[in-house]
């Protein structure tokens, strides 16, 4: 198996510019997450999905921000318009509703706006 | 809501060991789970516990007590490759949803 796939890997870009994160889960995983990564921050939930359906998205930090789940393969992260605050490091992960709740992190979206 | 609390740097020297604890405060408990992260990598599954006690992988066991809402990773004969953030979270619903604590630095010294 490839793992959570995501891209692009780094995407550096322009105050006001429309930013879109891509996530492939891995397959047979039914639980999708969008997390953010900074220095102050922290790791945060953003977003989670369960059979493509989003299950809790109280960590969205405001309407710039929006997720979907098309299909049980394919996610996206939007934010426009993007501001420099939105630097940070995007992760998607993927799972199985229960059992060991084991997530698996895809490799990161290093997001750089200037 | 959930908070956990870890500390945010620990320093060892190779081959010593080290225990990184975890106080939780939820909702709800499904299980304590923990995660490496190496910088500029991706959080990896480390280990998982569901039930009080000790769970045991090779170098690493994980410690659960659930009526002290508290846990720790245990890393034995530390290598400089152990060097990374260490994650604990919890699973306060059957979703899976997890709630990660601000992570424990670990600097391992030759």
């Known amino acids: 198996d490839a793992g959570v796939i995501q891209s692009p890997r780094h995407e550096v870009t322009e105050m006001g510019q429309e930013v879109t994160l891509r996530c492939k889960p891995i397959s047979g995983h039914n639980s999708l997450f969008w997390y953010r990564q900074t220095m102050m921050r922290g790791l945060e939930l953003l977003i989670y999905f369960n ?20 299909n049980a393969s394919f996610s996206t992260l939007k ?17 199985e509703t229960g059992g060991r709740d084991t997530q698996y992190f895809g490799p990161g979206t290093r ?3 200037l | 809501g959930q908070s956990l609390e870890q500390p945010s740097e620990v320093t060892a020297v190779e081959g010593a060991i080290v225990q990184i604890n975890c106080t939780y405060q939820t909702s709800g408990f499904y299980g304590l789970s923990w995660y490496q992260q190496h910088d500029g990598g991706a959080p990896t599954f480390l280990s998982y516990n569901a039930l009080d006690g000790l769970e045991e992988t ?23 490759k152990d060097s990374a953030s260490y994650f604990c979270a919890v699973a306060s619903n059957a979703g899976n949803m997890l709630t990660f604590g601000g992570g424990t630095r670990l600097m391992v010294k030759p």
């Not at chain 1, 605050?85 to 998607?92: H, N």
């Open chain 2, 58 to 80: 090779g170098r690493f066991s994980s410690f659960l007590s659930r009526s002290d809402s508290y846990g720790y990773l245990l890393l034995q004969e530390l290598q400089m």
């Open chain 1, 79 to 95: 934010i426009q318009p993007s501001e420099p605050r939105d630097s940070a490091v995007y992760f998607c992960a993927s799972g």
């Open chain 1, 51 to 70: 059979n493509n359906v989003p299950i809790d998205d109280s960590g969205m930090p405001e309407d710039r921000f929006s997720a979907k789940m098309p």
């Open chain 1, 111 to 113: 997001l750089t706006v």
